[in-house]
């Protein structure tokens, strides 16, 4: 019980959240996804912090719900992951995501990582949706939006008959971001973190929102939030900032507002 460490760490506006627990192979057990998302919400409410990192052990993300767990006694174990706000948390960060990572990315480590904005990939990572062979389905989106990206068939290759796919090939399908040596992987997390903390904050969080209506709403009503979204932005001082940049061919300085 004294092996799992959810920490968190900061580089300039960059926060990195590191979920590791050798004793379970980084299951995401009950006590990961509280320890997880008090992280997540800590970091949340941090004004400071303008991109975040995800990321587990050093050879395994997340490898998946804690199947002890679940054997023990499936209905209490459901109602833990229900009632804890893991998922809900992960989904509030009013910031970009970053999943960097690593090994086997399977089950609910697979629909985290799916789950997050961006994704840099271990070359060694392996992606894939177990959870039929156990009797059950993904339960936190996996099938969904691994099927919204790359297509109902793939996912059904993949959620019903149990196939896995190696980094390169979640790349080529759209899963994966980036796909770095094993060594660089939350490096390089950072790295990309970082070039979208250096972003204006305002126009970031546009885009997420934009990015959210891809699956949720019809393409009309999408653009013509885009609309609204880019007349509120070219109000703000960040926007008169990148113009005024552009045109003067030097570096943006901007404040968030």
């Given at each position: 019980m004294t092996a799992l460490r959810v920490s968190t760490t900061t580089h300039?506006?960059?926060?990195?959240?590191?979920?590791d627990d050798p004793s379970t192979s980084n299951a995401l057990s009950h006590r990961a996804r509280v320890q997880a998302t008090a992280a997540l919400e800590s970091v949340a409410a941090d004004r400071d912090i303008r991109a975040v990192v995800l990321t587990g052990g050093d050879d395994?993300?997340?490898?998946?719900?804690?199947i002890?767990?679940?054997?023990?006694?499936?209905?209490?174990?459901?109602?833990?992951?229900?009632?804890?706000?893991?998922?809900?948390?992960?989904?509030?960060?009013?910031?970009p995501v970053v999943a960097a990572v690593a090994g086997p990315v399977l089950g609910g480590g697979c629909e985290v990582a799916l789950a997050c904005d961006l994704v840099v990939a271990a070359d060694g990572a392996v992606f894939g949706l177990p959870e039929v062979g156990l009797g059950i389905l993904p339960g936190a989106g996996g099938v969904q939006r691994?099927?919204?990206?790359?297509?109902?068939?793939?996912?059904?290759?993949?959620?019903?008959?149990?196939?896995?796919?190696?980094?390169?090939?979640?790349w080529d399908?759209?899963?994966?971001s980036r796909v770095v040596p094993?060594?660089?992987?939350?490096?390089?997390?950072?790295a990309l973190a970082a070039e979208v903390a250096a972003r204006p904050p305002l126009a970031v969080?546009?885009?997420?929102?934009?990015?959210?209506?891809v699956e949720e709403v019809p393409l009309s009503v999408a653009t013509a939030r885009d609309r609204d979204r880019v007349t509120a932005l070219l109000g703000t001082a960040d926007a008169r900032e990148g113009f005024a940049a552009f045109l003067e061919q030097r570096p943006p300085r901007f404040i968030g507002r």
């Open positions: 300039d506006q960059v926060a990195v959240i590191r979920v395994t993300f997340l490898s998946g719900g804690d002890g767990e679940l054997a023990a006694d499936p209905t209490t174990a459901m109602a833990a992951r229900d009632g804890d706000r893991f998922w809900q948390a992960l989904d509030d960060v009013p910031v691994w099927g919204r990206v790359a297509g109902r068939l793939r996912a059904a290759a993949v959620a019903l008959a149990g196939q896995t796919v190696d980094a390169w090939t979640a399908l759209g899963l994966v094993q060594q660089r992987t939350v490096a390089a997390g950072v969080r546009s885009v997420l929102a934009s990015l959210a209506d």
